[in-house]
């Protein structure tokens, strides 16, 4: 049979009417599309793809199922190695990992592996969700502190091999960065409250509003569990410091999608939650927070939404298909640009940026090319709001307040990253709180891991 040289595409809402909502961009697939997009994967002996997955999901193993249409079988081999399939599916950065290491992609499209586990994840979500067995009560209590990728993952790995597992949440929502960071347009908080309930219907118990540093310490919750693992993230946002930062309508961009996404201000007045809806927004930076930093502002009524980046398109650490959707929508990118100050009006609001102009130099540290300043070539954006998302770090609050716990330059959490272990006995950690700001497939990686490490020292006491 000759195999398509392209993915099956997947239907999505046209640009027009989407920046009008904020439903969810891309449908999905239906059966017989997922069906024909199976048929591309060539089932290969030795799966160059698993090698790209960080929590190791039997990828030939679950689309072999698909073309057979056995979609539960399928869902119970995604499930072996996930508790996050349908998340995984829609924001997982795929062609960076799976799908760069499909064979067919040397010669063609790779398969659209992503694609395929949301669309067997859904389709086990409409049919009803089954709950794996798991194994016998083991008595051994384990604290998780942070709901987000890698705190959800420890815990269904655990749970599922019989320990007592209990979420630690600061928030009034479970799912951390994946409901205050991500908006609904590209991951529904629906989505994300239905792998939360797959995880505590393992017997996981989720407590909201408890801040671990705060509530209690990380030693006081060593007196009552056995193991504690930390995935608190990085929700420490950086800003860059130049003149004029502190004006109003500036915001980073981890207050501005949380504003947004967790305490629905787009929703407002429905919603008690005010944000400021700019007519000229600059988002500076170019990851996928900016790019759904700079697709909410449209969403909000912005006339004009900006990125603002200081290398070149080629540069953009964004996925692809975000970057191109945002060009779709009629977001400006403006490269080789770095703001050096902001100006207020009387009132103390931003109303314009002073920028630089850019060129690209050798490459540094992090293999992109540098940028570097043109001298003189100064010019003014107008703009009355700015959304800073140029990174973050780990919150300080539980390495300020765990003795013990051995911390990184930039407030990371030291641990072993081949088994999640601190320097600091019975305590594990993992996600971005060890590797700064990465992405959620990797935060459940490192959870996975942890999990296997945390059973093992829980069986045999040895650190």
């Not at 399939?85 to 795929?94: E, H, L, M, N, T």
């Not at 407590?207 to 919750?221: A, C, H, P, Q, Y």
Request: with cysteine; hydrophobic share 40%.
């Amino acid at each position: 049979m000759k195999i398509r040289d392209k993915k099956v595409p997947m239907r999505e809402q046209p640009p027009a009417e989407r920046i009008k909502n904020f439903n969810e961009v891309p449908f999905g697939y239906t059966e017989e599309e997922a069906v024909l997009e199976a048929e591309r994967c060539l089932s290969c002996k030795k799966p160059a793809c698993v090698s790209g997955c960080p929590v190791e999901i039997d990828i030939p193993g679950f689309i072999s199922k698909i073309k057979e249409r056995k979609f539960r079988e399928a869902a119970r081999i995604l499930k072996e190695k996930n508790c996050l399939p349908a998340i995984c599916g829609r924001v997982c950065p795929q062609e960076e990992q799976c799908e760069k290491f499909c064979v067919l992609g040397k010669k063609f499209e790779p398969c659209a592996i992503g694609r395929l586990e949301r669309f067997v994840a859904d389709w086990e979500a409409e049919q009803g969700i089954e709950i794996p067995e798991k194994g016998k009560p083991t008595g051994k209590r384990i604290a998780v502190v942070g709901s987000g990728p890698a705190g959800l993952t420890v815990a269904g790995d655990l749970a599922k091999m019989g320990h007592e597992v209990v979420i630690f949440e600061a928030l009034h929502k479970p799912g951390g960065v994946l409901v205050y960071g991500i908006p609904e347009f590209r991951l529904p908080k629906a989505i994300v409250q239905r792998e939360v309930d797959f995880v505590k219907a393992l017997g996981v118990k989720v407590i909201l509003n408890f801040v671990v540093g705060k509530t209690k310490t990380v030693d006081e919750l060593l007196l009552d569990f056995d193991a504690v693992f930390i995935g608190t993230g990085a929700g420490l946002p950086w800003f860059m410091n130049i003149p004029g930062e502190n004006a109003s309508g500036i915001y980073s961009a981890n207050e501005y999608l949380t504003r947004v996404n967790l305490m629905k201000a787009y929703l407002f007045p429905e919603y008690d939650t005010p944000v400021v809806k700019g007519r000229r927004v600059a988002v500076i930076g170019g990851g996928n927070v900016a790019m759904d930093a700079a697709r909410t502002a449209l969403r909000l009524g912005a006339e004009k939404s900006m990125i603002i980046y200081r290398r070149g398109r080629e540069e953009l650490p964004a996925r692809m298909e975000e970057i191109v959707r945002a060009e779709e929508e009629g977001v400006e990118f403006h490269f080789l640009t770095l703001p050096v100050r902001y100006i207020a009006d009387g009132d103390g609001w931003v109303k314009e940026m002073e920028c630089i102009r850019m060129t690209l130099g050798e490459p540094d540290s992090s293999g992109r090319r540098r940028p570097i300043p043109c001298p003189g070539s100064e010019f003014r954006i107008p703009v009355d709001t700015v959304v800073c998302a140029i990174g973050q770090s780990p919150n300080p609050l539980i390495p300020q307040t765990t003795p013990g716990l051995a911390v990184g330059k930039h407030g990371n959490i030291i641990a072993d990253e081949k088994t999640g272990k601190t320097t600091k006995k019975g305590v594990f950690a993992g996600g971005d709180i060890v590797t700064g700001a990465a992405t959620v497939i990797l935060a459940m990686g490192a959870g996975r891991v942890a999990a296997r490490h945390i059973d093992e020292y829980l069986k045999t006491g040895i650190w």
